[in-house]
């Protein structure tokens, strides 16, 4: 009895084994599977990521062109163009199995080829109109609006992956667990049924034993891969969703920094132009033309402004703007006679200030301009005015005198008084106490004590007598008048006349 019975445990024991080997096989083989299924929702989402990066891509591309003109910046723009046709080819593949994701794609495809449409709309615009006609597009908010649809068409698809993803996640944790839980259960009834058998089963079981161990930490094993894979495709997740977050950042920060610093320049009240070291000229503003006339399409170079505005004198001016690109500071390039669009001469003060390298390694200048035409017109007709009064003040019998509102100094005495008082103007000129001591001695006191209140209380008016260096008496009528500007007394002007003939008559009367 012994010998059948141990022969059924054994045959018992291999018939448990070969289910234990199928149960195991058929629970990993359907383990695999489920990881398969949630490496495949990674990559689903990997390429819905691309998409959108290819997308920013080709707007980076043409927003460069909008604003240079260059066409190298178009470079990245046709490259994403040919990559977003691959990103959609490759997730219709990838989700052929899904048809609402199916639909989604068909969705997409007509938002991605009107904003592709779009952005070659601006850039033919950009060519044949100039950027003021691109730009006029761009701010439309047409393009935003277009990313926008995508960005939410394909936020679904990635909703879609993603609770797909935690579905299978779950499933590939519910095959493995159920796969080591039936190889268990399995092996505690192997043992059983063997324990019971002839020691030549015991060795059997010995090795079998040594096998399930084996195989346990193989089942461990490859438990912890799956599970550090896993946590390794979230940690990229992650970190893949923060960097097209901040990359956003970074863009729409740009967009807007570069937005503001050319609607500045474009409506900065004084003159400006934007100009690389090649002659190039990028822009000028408003400003510029209404004041000018020339637009950026009559001066495209350097060249061509110093032509217009400079004449004969075009190649010193062109000198002078060439030195501009060395400089690493603000510089004051003085004034210069432009001609106009209308043929008129103006004046206009250049300042100048390097605004760094371009992409293509070009140093960008931008200089802005002051009108100082009517400015210098008014000095001119000022010193007109003045060469006019020196005139008649020298020409005429009385001493015709000027002082600073303190009276401490004299800023100009008229040739009467070399000959009244019989000094030079120069010794008045650098000592006005000079003709506090031509006063006879007993007239200086009463002067000395009332002019300045009287002068600038506005009724100074006084009589009194000088010694000459001859020893002459001469008597003086002296008199002073404010000039006041903005209720502040600018200067002081006044006119002494010789009064002695007239003295002598009404002594003698």
């Known amino acids: 009895m012994v010998e059948p019975t141990s022969g059924a445990r054994f045959r018992l024991a291999i018939v448990l084994l070969a289910i234990i080997s199928i149960s195991s096989w058929l629970a990993f083989f359907k383990f695999r599977q489920s990881s ?90 950009r060519n044949q109109q100039g950027l003021s006609a691109a730009l006029a597009v761009v701010k439309t908010d047409e393009g935003k609006q277009q990313m926008d649809q995508i960005r939410g068409v394909v936020d679904q698809i990635k909703q879609e992956e993603i609770a ?28 059983g049924v063997i324990s019971a058998a002839t020691s030549a089963l015991r060795r059997y079981l010995s090795t079998l034993e040594q096998s399930e161990a084996e195989m346990r930490t193989l089942r461990d094993g490859l438990e912890v891969q799956v599970q550090e894979r896993t946590t390794a495709l979230l940690e990229t997740l992650r970190s893949l969703q923060q960097q097209v977050q901040i990359r956003e950042q970074a863009e729409a920060a740009r967009d807007t920094s570069e937005d503001r610093f050319y609607r500045a320049i474009l409506h900065a009240p004084l003159p400006m132009i934007l100009h690389v070291e ?22 495209p170079t350097i060249a061509h402004w110093t032509e217009l505005a400079y004449g004969q004198r075009r190649a010193t001016v062109q000198a002078d703007i060439n030195r501009l690109y060395g400089s690493d500071r603000r510089v004051s390039e003085g004034e210069y006679m432009v001609r106009t669009r ?49 005139q008649i003040a020298e020409t005429i019998r009385e001493v015709f005198w000027v002082t600073e509102p303190d009276l401490h100094k004299i800023l100009y005495v ?62 003086i009528r002296d008199r002073a008048f404010l000039s006041v500007n903005d209720n502040r007394v600018q200067r002081i002007t006044g006119i002494a006349e010789d009064i002695t003939d007239r003295k002598r008559a009404e002594a003698e009367i």
């Open 164 to 191: 797909l993803l935690s579905q299978r996640s779950l499933q590939a944790n519910l095959d493995g667990g159920l796969s080591i839980g039936l190889v268990i259960v399995l092996s505690v009834v192997a043992i």
């Open 278 to 299: 090649d002659g190039e000229v990028l822009q000028v503003n408003y400003a510029w033309t209404e004041l000018s006339g020339y637009t950026l399409q009559d001066v």
């Open 342 to 390: 209308s043929g008129s001469a103006r004046i206009w003060e250049f300042f100048s200030a390097p605004l760094g390298p371009l992409p293509d390694g070009r140093r960008m200048v931008i200089s802005a301009a002051i009108d100082v035409t009517e400015r210098k017109q008014a000095e001119a007709d000022r010193c007109e005015s003045e060469e006019q009064f020196r």
């Open 36 to 125: 398969q299924w949630v490496s495949h929702t990674y990559q689903v989402l990997q390429e819905t990521e691309e998409l959108l990066s290819h997308l920013k891509d080709a707007e980076t591309g043409q927003r460069g062109y909008l604003l240079t003109g260059r066409n190298n910046y178009l470079a990245p723009y046709d490259t994403a163009v040919l990559e977003i046709d691959r990103d959609m080819s490759e997730l219709r593949r990838l989700t052929a199995d899904n048809s609402r994701q199916q639909a989604r794609l068909r969705d997409l495809q007509p938002l991605i080829d009107r904003k592709l449409d779009e952005l070659r709309a601006t850039i033919a615009l």
């Open 414 to 475: 008229s040739p009467a008084y070399e000959e009244i008082w019989g000094q030079p103007r120069d010794e008045l000129y650098q000592d006005r106490s000079a003709w506090l001591r031509a006063i006879h001695p007993d007239d200086r006191p009463r002067i000395e004590a009332t002019q300045p209140s009287k002068v600038l209380q506005g009724n100074y008016d006084e009589e009194y007598r000088i010694v000459q260096p001859s020893g002459n008496v001469r008597w």
